[in-house]
C-alpha cells in the first residue's frame, strides 16, 4: 500500500506551524530543485571529466568549481524539506523520476556543446528555482525564500560564466 506525500512515519514528524498542505507543497518543489541538483551535479562531473581541447585546463577547473557549488546546494535543500516537517530522496530512483534536467550519456560531446548545454540547464535551474520562491512566499516560508535566493544568485554566475567560456570556444577570443 502506498503512502500519500503528506504520509511521514512517526519518529520523523518534525514539529513545524506550516499547515500540512503548506509542508507537502515545499516538498514537492524542493524535492524536485534537488533532483535537478544531483541531476545538474554528475552532469557537470561528466563534462568536467571528459572536457577535452585547447582550453582544457580552465573549463576542467571551472566545471569542477562548479559541481562543488551545485553540490554544496543538496544537503541544504534536503535539510530544508526535512526542517519544514517533510520527506525527501532516498535513492537514485527517486531522483531519476523527479529530475527535469536531461542527462547527456554521449560518448563524445565537444567542449563549446557541453558548456553551452551547461549553461541552458542552469538557466533552466534558475527558473524552476524562482518558481519553488513564489510556492514558498504563498505558504509564508521566508527561510526557504533566502535559501533559493541565493541560489538562484549562484545559479545565474554559473549561467554567466559557461555563457562566457562557451563564447571564447567558439572562436571569437582576441
Known sequence: MSKSKSAVAADLDTPTDLP??????ISVALNTLLADAFALYLKTKNFHWHISG?????YHLMLDEQSDQIFATTDQLAERVRK???VTLKSIGQI???????DNDEDYVPPREMLRELMNDNKKMAAAMRKAHEIVDDCKDAATAGLLENFIDETERRTWFLF?????EGGNEE
Open 20 to 25: 500540512q498542505q503548506s509542508v507537502d507543497k
Open 54 to 58: 585547447r582550453h582544457f585546463r580552465d
Open 84 to 86: 519544514v516537517g517533510g
Open 96 to 102: 531519476a523520476k523527479l529530475q527535469t534536467i536531461k
Open 164 to 168: 562566457e567560456a562557451s563564447r571564447q
